[in-house]
């Protein structure tokens, strides 16, 4: 009974999913939803690292690009098919984590910042300077669309069904590793590393495990994403992505498994949302985030586990009581809890703002 | 021009470019050393700086460059305590994480403001020192302009040393980066310092905007780079190390010229990486070692 609880929405979610081409014939938004679902995967590894290890890391574009750019390169300078082109992909991302990770997973706090900032800044750098090879600015034209079989994902809805399905496994993967046994190791080294040291864990050999995987679902996302668009340049290196891929884990709950889906969900659509605003649209974007951010610390998902809790608390009481239950009285009690935290959070504002003058006094 | 004549042009030019870096990057050290934590809208302040001084030269034209330069530094301090009291504050408790994303948000705001106040193809800071030119030695060019501008940043470098070494207040801000607990139980607000540092790094890192600002084109996305920079010299000089910003600012300024002028401009970006990346692998605590302010 608890299972098929569990299990049917997620099945409805999957199933309006695979359903929505057939409703929602608009090729605009179709776009948007196949980027969404690529930005969902990167968003995925991101949090794998950020949100299960605690590292935080400003170089994550550096193996979405990588990806995008080994099978890029292998499709149209020699002409491989997208098969070989996904598998150098991700060999390429796993290969250039390990070694970046050999120097970097020793350094801790800012410096980590630091190393990984310098990471991507050196290979962003790198793909307009090697003109010769990547195209420079002008970009890497001309990538052909994958074919698998007698598939052709040449059109927008087929893509869709594409880049869906490498989400849905992907979450599964990750799933899968983060309740595994390295999983658990991962969440001990986040919370304690010396204890998880002491338990047999080896902190820098998790790490590493985390970084490469992270940086192969990275190279995933940069395959689709340089399969979709058809055209990579530098611009797939640029530290906009980071903060997009940021948003996305943090307001969507990190380290929470659909935290990055969710956010991948506000990061593209409270931008079209706010199409109206015209040239103040990043300006209300930022402001929007800004508010999530001061008010939702642990994030959307977070938000949501939380009120769950809470109900499951106030219904507990209100059985052993023996009072009927309803969610419009909850509502009430919900909506009581949050004017008194309000109320004391201002009156803190008020105590701490008369502390202040009589201080000067 | 013979090859000595370039060496020393790119050297004098590193000097200048590099005591702006300087300004940014111990705004930069500043809020990491206090608040712990890396600010992303400090490269915005440098913009608005330089953009705030363009405006004033603009708006009257009794207003002279120096005059400028204040009007926009004070601007930009009140900016600099807005961003702590309305980003930083609220999350101030919870990590190292939420205030990162909080100031990039409003490095967002303040990017997007002033792409729709100064639109178009970025601007020029005509001032009347940029004509004169002198030749100090041989056939290096040097403008009164870049002359003012290293001995400016020096200045307030050596005014910040000695307000950071010699005042009361100065002390308490370095006390507070060694050790906020002890300080507290000293009788020193730790929120006060907090603001107190988050403004100087805001009035550091506009004087810099308003310095540079005659010297290049300004255009409204150039605070992210700037950001990068200062992340740089510090890294070079040591986190929260005020004297070693001075040097890393220098070095950096003159390797990216150097590179810049006697090899390729194209690899700049990658070499100064590189280095950095290198640095990190062999001396992982900076070039200097942090020692505190």
Redesign the interface.
């Given at each position: 009974m608890a299972k098929a609880r569990q299990t049917i929405p997620i099945l409805i979610l999957v199933g309006m999913a695979f359903a929505l081409p057939h409703m929602w014939d608009s090729p605009y938004y179709m776009h948007l939803m196949v980027l969404l679902w690529i930005y969902a995967i990167f968003a995925i590894s991101y949090n794998l690292y950020l949100g299960f290890l605690g590292g935080f890391s400003m170089g994550q574009p550096a193996f979405f690009g990588l990806g995008g750019y080994a099978t890029g390169l292998i499709t149209t300078k020699l002409d491989w098919p997208t098969g070989v082109g996904f598998l150098v992909a991700v060999g390429v991302c796993s290969v250039a984590a390990f070694i970046i990770g050999f120097p970097a997973l020793r350094l801790t706090g800012p410096y980590f910042v630091l190393m990984t900032v310098a990471v991507l800044g050196i290979v962003g750098n790198l793909s307009n300077t090697l003109y010769k090879v990547t195209g420079g600015s002008s970009g890497l034209r001309d990538i052909p669309e994958p074919v698998i079989g007698s598939w052709n994902f040449d059109t927008t809805n087929y893509y869709y069904y594409l880049a869906l399905g490498f989400l849905i496994i992907t979450y599964i993967v990750v799933q899968w590793l983060i309740f595994s046994r390295i999983g658990r190791g991962f969440m001990a080294v986040r919370d304690n590393e010396e204890l998880a040291n002491s338990l047999g864990i080896n902190p820098f050999r998790y790490r590493m495990i985390g970084f490469v995987t992270s940086a192969a679902i990275a190279g995933v996302a940069g395959w689709l994403y340089a399969h979709y668009v058809h055209i990579l340049d530098p611009t797939v290196f640029g530290f906009n992505y980071v903060f997009d891929i940021l948003f996305m884990v943090i307001l969507g709950g990190t380290g929470t498994l659909p935290g990055p889906v969710i956010g991948a969900f506000i990061v593209v659509f409270v931008p079209e949302v706010l199409r109206m605003a015209a040239e103040w649209r990043s300006f209300f974007f930022a402001l929007f985030m800004l508010v999530m951010i001061i008010f939702m610390p642990l994030g959307l998902w977070g938000f949501v586990k939380v009120q769950q809790g809470r109900y499951m608390e106030w219904k507990a009481m209100r059985m052993a009581q023996g009072v009927p239950l309803g969610l419009p009285r909850y509502l009430g009690f919900i909506s009581k809890d949050y004017w008194s935290t309000l109320s004391a959070f201002l009156s803190s504002i008020k105590a701490r703002f008369s502390k202040e003058t009589d201080q000067e006094t | 021009m013979s090859q000595y004549d370039l060496v020393m042009q790119q050297i004098v030019n590193g000097l200048v470019l590099g005591s702006v870096y300087v300004l940014i990057a111990v705004g930069f050290t500043l809020c990491?050393g206090v608040l712990k934590l890396?600010n992303v809208a400090q490269g915005h302040f440098y913009m608005l700086g330089a953009f705030l001084t363009y405006q004033a030269l603009e708006w009257n034209t009794n207003i002279n460059y120096p005059m400028a330069i204040i009007i926009s530094v004070l601007i930009v301090s009140f900016a600099g305590l807005f961003v702590h009291y309305?980003?930083i504050w609220?999350?101030q408790s919870?990590g190292?994480?939420?205030p990162?994303?909080?100031t990039?948000?409003?490095a967002?705001?303040i990017?997007?403001?002033a792409?729709?106040c100064w639109p178009g193809s970025g601007r020029n800071i005509e001032t009347a020192l940029s004509d004169n030119v002198r030749n100090p030695f041989g056939q290096v060019h040097v403008t009164d302009q870049r002359m003012m501008t290293f001995v400016a940043a020096i200045c307030l470098m050596a005014l910040l040393y000695l307000f950071l070494q010699r005042t009361r207040v100065g002390k308490a801000l370095r006390a507070t980066t060694q050790n906020q607990m002890s300080a507290s139980l000293m009788g020193i607000?730790p929120e006060y310092m907090r603001a107190l540092a988050m403004v100087l790094s805001a009035f550091l890192a506009a004087a810099g905007g308003g310095l540079i600002g005659p010297l290049f084109t300004i255009v409204p996305n150039m605070g992210?780079s700037a950001l990068?920079k200062a992340?740089?010299v510090v890294?070079i000089g040591g986190?929260g190390n005020v004297p070693g910003a001075l040097v890393g600012g220098l070095i950096l300024g003159l390797m990216e010229t150097l590179i810049g002028g006697l090899w390729s401009a194209?690899?700049v970006?990658?070499a100064?990486?590189?280095v950095?990346?290198l640095i990190?692998?062999v001396r992982?605590?900076g070039l200097l070692g942090s020692k505190g302010i």
């Open positions: - | 990491l890396i309305v980003g609220p999350v919870r190292q994480i939420a990162i994303l909080t990039v948000a409003l967002f705001m990017e997007n403001i792409i729709i607000n992210l990068f992340m740089i890294l986190m194209a690899w970006n990658v100064v990486f590189g950095i990346i990190l692998i992982p605590k």
